[in-house]
């Protein structure tokens, strides 16, 4: 009954409707204690795209507060960015016109 009714709420519900558009981008050798502290803390985001040099057009990965929280935070200021992202190639992609329920799916 509940998964029925959930299907029922999000029927015309697309991605665009749920997401944001504005991703910060940081450099894949940010430490990952310069993001918390320059980004996070700051209300930044939780999500950064990562890019390699100065390639801010073409993001190489994300990386997320669930990434950075399973590093010891003691090592922080010695692991970067680029070294706990989520590659490119292993992001679930989907369209921001697509339906939602079929996107969580």
Do not use: C, H
């Not at 409707?17 to 320059?38: H, N």
């Not at 209300?43 to 399973?70: H, M, Q, W």
């Not at 922080?76 to 190639?89: K, N």
Request: proline share 5%; hydrophobic share 40%.
């Amino acid at each position: 009954l509940q998964q029925s009714n959930l299907e029922q709420s999000l029927k015309d519900v697309r991605v665009s409707d749920m997401m944001t558009f504005q991703y910060k981008r940081v450099p894949a050798r940010l430490p990952l204690q310069s993001l918390v502290d320059s980004y996070i803390l700051r209300g930044e985001g939780r999500a950064f795209f990562v890019s390699e040099g100065g390639d801010y057009e073409n993001p190489r990965g994300l990386v997320t507060l669930n990434e950075i929280v399973k590093i010891p935070r003691e090592n922080w200021a010695r692991v970067t960015a680029g070294q706990v992202m989520i590659p490119e190639e292993k992001l679930v992609k989907v369209e921001w016109q697509d339906e939602l329920l079929a996107a969580l799916r």
